[in-house]
């Protein structure tokens, strides 16, 4: 486990919510029968207003969460 803030840590676990919800925002109005697990996880974000309160919640919280999982998956730096 390593929860020391690293630069490419931190740049990669926003960039990749990033993705996700670009992802979301542009190809989810398309799907018209997603999978129920895709279809729970597309109803969780306000797709008609994107930068809604939920939405911006939402992102903060997927970082968050990217975040701490890569931290734990990590293995201690030597120095």
Do not use: C
């Amino acid at each position: 486990m390593d929860f020391k803030f690293r630069k490419i840590k931190v740049i990669v676990s926003i960039i990749i919510p990033l993705v996700i919800w670009i992802l979301i925002f542009t190809l989810g109005p398309s799907w018209n029968n997603p999978p129920a697990i895709i279809r729970s996880f597309l109803e969780i974000h306000n797709r008609i207003y994107i930068f809604a309160f939920g939405n911006i919640s939402l992102f903060i919280m997927e970082v968050a969460i990217i975040y701490v999982l890569w931290s734990l998956f990590q293995k201690k730096q030597s120095p």
